[in-house]
């Protein structure tokens, strides 16, 4: 009978103590170890192996023979050849699961409808607090069609000025730079957007942008621009008056019933 080999023993203890340390003592505990943890045990049995093949010449000697014979011998051949594909083909499993891209976790914590401030303002203007603050021409819808019908058709002009490129030719938020934009860009269609909100909320959005949002509303990654900067007041709110009379969706008021 062929007697086992130093090395194949040492190999073995090797492989033992990792299955003990990886499943037994976890299974016992009820808690997985580590990896780093594990990674220094096993440190400590390779270095004790080391020394206890090694406090005797013959016995190192003994040790590295199977080494030896694999990498020279003419009878291991085969073996040879096995471990010359094996080892490059675990380390690179190995480095390839270290390096690959993991999947990004799930979810973007970001609140996308966060609760407006206080106050509505406009560039540092105060205009009025949120709860009160009205669309200044939407009474014109009642009172003088025709007065209301200009401050539409300003606030088309105003949206296909400054808005499609990102909310779309249907206001439907697939705009040409849509593609590119993470978040999307709003989509006034969606019977969840408009009727929702009121319009003073609007306001707040469209001068404020991005930037403007508070702290549930990060991460500020999003592409709305700041308008203050570029429309007046007045455009802003006929903006508002075309979004809603386009999609023929009603903003949320504060009327009866609530
Ligand atoms: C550069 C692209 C871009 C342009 C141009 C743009 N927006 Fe936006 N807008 C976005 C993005 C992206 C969002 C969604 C992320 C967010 O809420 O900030 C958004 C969100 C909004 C919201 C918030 C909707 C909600 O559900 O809370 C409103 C209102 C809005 N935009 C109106 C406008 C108006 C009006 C204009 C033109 C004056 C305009 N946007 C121009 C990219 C843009």
């Not at 390096?99 to 990004?104: F, H, V, Y």
């Amino acid at each position: 009978m062929k007697r086992i080999s130093l090395f194949t023993i040492c190999f073995v203890i090797f492989i033992a103590c990792w299955v003990f340390l990886q499943f037994v003592i976890g299974g016992v505990i009820s808690k997985p170890i580590p990896n780093s943890v594990i990674g220094m045990y096993m440190a400590l049995v390779l270095v004790a192996i080391l020394v206890h093949v090694s406090v005797e010449d013959s016995r190192f000697k003994e040790f590295l023979r199977p080494v030896y014979e694999t990498l020279v011998d003419d009878r291991y051949r085969v073996r040879r050849l096995v471990l010359v594909i094996v080892i490059p083909l675990l380390l690179t499993g190995f480095s390839y699961t270290n390096l690959a891209q993991k999947t990004p976790p799930p979810g973007d914590p970001r609140d996308a409808h966060p609760t407006p401030p206080l106050e509505l303002k406009y560039k540092d203007e105060v205009i009025e607090t949120m709860q009160k603050a009205q669309n200044p021409y939407r009474h014109y819808e009642k009172d003088d069609p025709e007065t209301f019908r200009s401050h539409v058709e300003n606030g088309k002009k105003v949206y296909y000025d400054n808005c499609f490129y990102c909310h779309g030719d249907h206001l439907d938020g697939q705009g040409h730079f849509a593609h590119g934009l993470q978040p999307l860009p709003a989509n006034f269609q969606d019977p969840g957007i408009i009727p929702n909100f009121q319009e003073a909320y609007f306001f707040w959005r469209i001068s404020k942008g991005g930037p403007g949002l508070p702290a549930s509303g990060t991460p500020w990654n999003t592409a709305m621009p700041v308008w203050e900067d570029h429309l007046t007041q007045e455009e802003i709110w006929d903006v508002i008056l075309f979004l809603s009379d386009y999609t023929g969706y009603k903003y949320r008021t504060f009327g009866e019933g609530h």
